[in-house]
């Protein structure tokens, strides 16, 4: 291992409280420690890089109380790709993280068929140390063709808590859709999620499948469309675009999960063109908001709508004022 595949941590000490005494090495670890995972401590007390006493322990041997821990520890290479230099609309950034907007069409992590050319590559580039953290920082995931507002982690507490914000849902994400058929109302999409149980590539709505929820009120209606703001409760993959078909109301483009092209009665030229172009789902990671992992300080960031759904949503507009201008 070179240096380039390392880099050493600050050493840190902590002295267990009394309060703690006869409760499991391993836990007290995690609280006194809370900017690191569990798994990543458990690593630390099996490899002895973390010490009661100057001393290695087993992850269940019992505390006194008054005893000093210590962590000396090398973080490792967590995330193997190539930096390659690739512009981020950056949003926000400091010392612990960075809020970008991603494109439509990029990919976020290399994988069978995109090796290079991801947004974890662009991260590497701009940060050499990501590599240090899982998945080069990222802790939540938008897929290829939904563009939008992503948060990275750029330090191991940093990370840790954002992943424990996700988890107890508390961080607020809202997004633009737009949506086959005409809504008179919001509602709430509540309905279990996971792997289709024929075809591996898609999701679909299963009562043995993952609590998944999703929040969605109407922006904008059209002749036979609709715009949502649709808010997470929980991430799972595809929820929202999953979510939708199940209620009869795909979301435009939407390659897996949208069915036939659908046009309103005499739509004007400008939408059935808008609409036969539309390559992607219709779906834009709009707002992030979350308590900053280290001031606990708010952030929140707005991507702004992309073009192709602006230019959509225009000719759907258009449309419907055509509509009504022959009606009367």
Known sequence: MTAADTDRAEPRTALVPDSASGRRFDAVLAELFPEFSRSRLAEWIKSGDALLDGKPVR????????????????????????AEDIALDV???????????????????????NPAGTLVNALLHRDPTLSLLPRAGIVHRLDKDTSGVMVVARTVPAHTALVAQLSARGVHRQYLAIVVGALVS??????????????????????????????YRLRERFRAHTALECRLET???????????????????????????????GATPELIEALR????????????????????????????VPDDMQHLMKALRDDAKAAAGAAR
């Not at 926000?92 to 439509?104: C, G, H, Q, R, T």
């Not at 509602?187 to 590539?201: E, K, S, V, W």
């Open 59 to 82: 992850p269940r041997d019992p505390v006194r109380g008054g005893e000093t821990v210590s962590l000396d520890v090398v973080l490792e290479t967590q995330t193997e790709a190539v």
């Open 235 to 265: 991430g799972r993959t595809h929820q929202i675009r999953v979510h939708m078909a199940h209620l009869k109301h795909p979301i435009v483009g939407d390659p897996l999960y949208g069915g036939p092209l659908k046009l309103p009665k």
């Open 186 to 215: 919001g509602g709430t999409a509540n309905a279990a999620i996971d792997r289709h149980p024929r075809d591996r590539i898609r999701m679909a709505v299963r009562e043995d499948g993952r609590d998944a929820v999703t929040h």
């Open 277 to 304: 172009g539309f390559k992607r789902q219709a779906l834009h990671a709009e707002t992030l908001e979350f308590a900053h992992p280290i001031t606990g300080e708010p952030v929140r960031c707005t991507a702004p």
């Open 91 to 113: 949003l926000y950034e400091d010392s612990e993280v960075i809020v970008l907007n991603k494109p439509a069409g990029l990919v976020v992590h290399p994988g069978a068929g």
